[in-house]
């Protein structure tokens, strides 16, 4: 695959790497950095990707390997302002409807929720129920096998359900 026709095919999956981006660092400068990081290092090991495999898996590993190196390891500022009202203005789940103040409400509880979750549950949801990535590329993503993938997304909805139990019968 020719250089032109990689970058080609890898900036197709922009919009889907952003939203992971805005997901993990819950701030969009931030998220546009950690996208930008990661398509120079796509384009600069390009010669590493095998054709014929998931460039879309390829690319949301280096997305996720890049954030646990670089923005992970630096200590995170507290999310909430000193009035308890979030401080970031990109909310988990940006293109979800604001019909009404109820909605609203139960995307922030959501959100709540999926923060209390450990990291690696967060991202398997994230990318097999959001995203709609197959388990065999968040298997990749992750770096594991398909089985943990399955077990994870298991124990995350598990989690969700016992941390928004308040829903149950709406």
Known sequence: ???GDFQQQALRHL????NFAVYLTRNPPEADDLVQETYVRAFRFSHRFEPGTHLRAWLFQILRNTFLTFYRLRER???LA???VPDWDAPMFHDAPEESASAVDAHTDLERAMRRLPEEFRTV???AEVEG???EEIARVMACPVGTVKSRIFRAKERLRALLRDYEGR
Do not use: C
């Not at 919009?15 to 952003?18: F, I, K, M, N, S």
């Open 15 to 18: 919009d889907a790497l952003h």
């Open 133 to 135: 990535m197959p388990l």
């Open 77 to 79: 500022e507290s999310a």
């Open 82 to 84: 000193a009035n308890g």
């Open 125 to 127: 949801l994230l990318l």
């Open 1 to 3: 695959m020719g250089s």
